[in-house]
């Protein structure tokens, strides 16, 4: 099987003719840009003659990205981890199975997870079990979401710069100079138009789930009635608490998670700010999609194949 010689930056990298699943990873990528919310409604998914207020356009968006993030997701999967089995193996491709292919086995679940559980048209309160399978599964998914960005990075250092230029613990695709010491500045328009989806995701999301208070779904929404049923419960129970009468107690307990609606947010409790929960996190992942597979195509170039 021949090989592609390329100069880059006054180097020359060996590349097998054998990415034979570069076609599929570019067709997921195109499936992951026509679900985005700013491409969606022109997309074939898009209902056609449609005349839809603001609101009615959001929920119009989150059914189709509920309905069709799922093949799409396992599509980008399937055709990465194709990929890593035909990387020669090195200290390379174990960043890539062990760093990047299995993060994104976790963010899979995570993603079923959060679709099974806050599923559209929910109104039944979660239960606790479902609170923390939710709350589990979105530090896991925007934890991992970085973390395969991470990997990505340490896999370009790997190839492309010495360590006495740059340590490893260093590698950051987000900083232009680490882009530029890896001659991947082709890279750069793509972090530009996506700066402040990196922001939000890094800063507002992975970072407080990591070193900060980290967001959560409430349990339950409350209307004012509903809020004046809790008071009214929380009382009983502090007086059944006070008289050390203890049976009963976790009736009134249920009763009280019994009360309102499903929560269909993202809560922050530092800021008392919210975001819509699931056309967020499906949004994310589909820009997320299409933002890993174009850095990979860009470090293939610079991957050697195992000849068959």
Same mark, same amino acid.
């Not at 699943?21 to 056609?48: C, F, G, H, V």
């Not at 239960?127 to 925007?142: G, I, N, P, Q």
């Given at each position: 099987?021949?090989?592609?010689?390329?100069?880059?930056?006054?180097?020359?990298?060996?590349?097998?003719?054998?990415?034979?699943?570069?076609?599929?990873?570019?067709?997921?990528?195109?499936?992951?840009?026509?679900?985005?919310?700013?491409?969606?409604?022109?997309?074939?998914?898009?209902?056609?003659?449609?005349?839809?207020?603001?609101?009615?356009?959001?929920?119009?968006?989150?059914?189709?990205?509920?309905?069709?993030?799922?093949?799409? *997701?396992? =599509?980008?999967?399937?055709?990465?981890?194709?990929?890593? /089995? %035909?990387?020669?193996?090195?200290? &390379? @491709? #174990?960043?890539?199975?062990?760093?990047?292919?299995?993060?994104?086995?976790?963010?899979?679940?995570?993603?079923?997870?959060?679709?099974?559980?806050?599923?559209?048209?929910?109104?039944?309160?979660?239960?606790?079990?479902?609170?923390?399978?939710?709350?589990?599964?979105?530090?896991?998914?925007?934890?991992?979401?970085?973390?395969?960005?991470?990997?990505?990075?340490?896999?370009?250092?790997?190839?492309?710069?010495?360590?006495?230029?740059?340590?490893?613990?260093?590698?950051?695709?987000?900083?232009?100079?680490?882009?530029?010491?890896?001659?991947?500045?082709?890279?750069?328009?793509? *972090?530009? =138009?996506?700066?402040?989806?990196?922001?939000?995701?890094? /800063? %507002?999301?992975?970072?407080?789930? &990591? @070193? #900060?208070?980290?967001?959560?779904?409430?349990?339950?929404?409350?209307?004012?009635?509903?809020?004046?049923?809790?008071?009214?419960?929380?009382?009983?129970?502090?007086?059944?608490?006070?008289?050390?009468?203890?049976?009963?107690?976790?009736?009134?307990?249920?009763?009280?998670?019994?009360?309102?609606?499903?929560?269909?947010?993202?809560?922050?409790?530092?800021?008392?700010?919210?975001?819509?929960?699931?056309?967020?996190?499906?949004?994310?992942?589909?820009?997320?999609?299409?933002?890993?597979?174009?850095?990979?195509?860009?470090?293939?170039?610079?991957?050697?194949?195992?000849?068959?």
């Amino acid at each position: 099987m021949g090989k592609l010689v390329r100069e880059n930056e006054g180097y020359m990298v060996n590349v097998h003719y054998a990415d034979r699943d570069l076609s599929t990873r570019l067709t997921a990528i195109e499936n992951a840009k026509a679900l985005l919310q700013e491409n969606i409604e022109d997309s074939t998914w898009w209902p056609p003659y449609s005349d839809f207020t603001q609101n009615e356009a959001r929920k119009e968006k989150e059914q189709i990205l509920f309905h069709h993030w799922h093949p799409v *997701f396992v =599509e980008f999967h399937a055709s990465l981890s194709g990929t890593l /089995f %035909e990387i020669e193996k090195n200290d &390379v @491709h #174990k960043i890539l199975l062990y760093g990047a292919s299995r993060r994104l086995r976790s963010m899979h679940k995570a993603l079923n997870d959060i679709c099974e559980i806050a599923y559209l048209g929910r109104t039944k309160v979660a239960s606790k079990d479902e609170k923390t399978r939710l709350d589990d599964a979105l530090l896991l998914f925007y934890v991992h979401l970085m973390g395969v960005i991470d990997a990505l990075a340490i896999a370009f250092h790997r190839i492309c710069i010495e360590p006495e230029v740059m340590p490893e613990k260093r590698a950051d695709l987000l900083e232009r100079n680490f882009r530029r010491k890896a001659s991947i500045q082709d890279l750069n328009i793509l *972090f530009q =138009e996506n700066a402040e989806w990196f922001k939000r995701v890094k /800063f %507002e999301l992975r970072n407080r789930y &990591v @070193h #900060k208070v980290p967001p959560y779904v409430p349990p339950s929404e409350l209307s004012e009635a509903d809020q004046e049923q809790y008071k009214k419960l929380e009382n009983k129970l502090s007086i059944a608490i006070h008289e050390r009468r203890f049976e009963g107690l976790e009736e009134i307990r249920d009763e009280q998670a019994a009360l309102g609606v499903f929560c269909s947010d993202i809560c922050f409790i530092e800021d008392n700010a919210s975001m819509p929960l699931l056309i967020t996190v499906l949004d994310d992942a589909m820009r997320f999609q299409v933002i890993t597979l174009t850095i990979f195509n860009e470090l293939a170039l610079r991957l050697e194949f195992i000849e068959n």
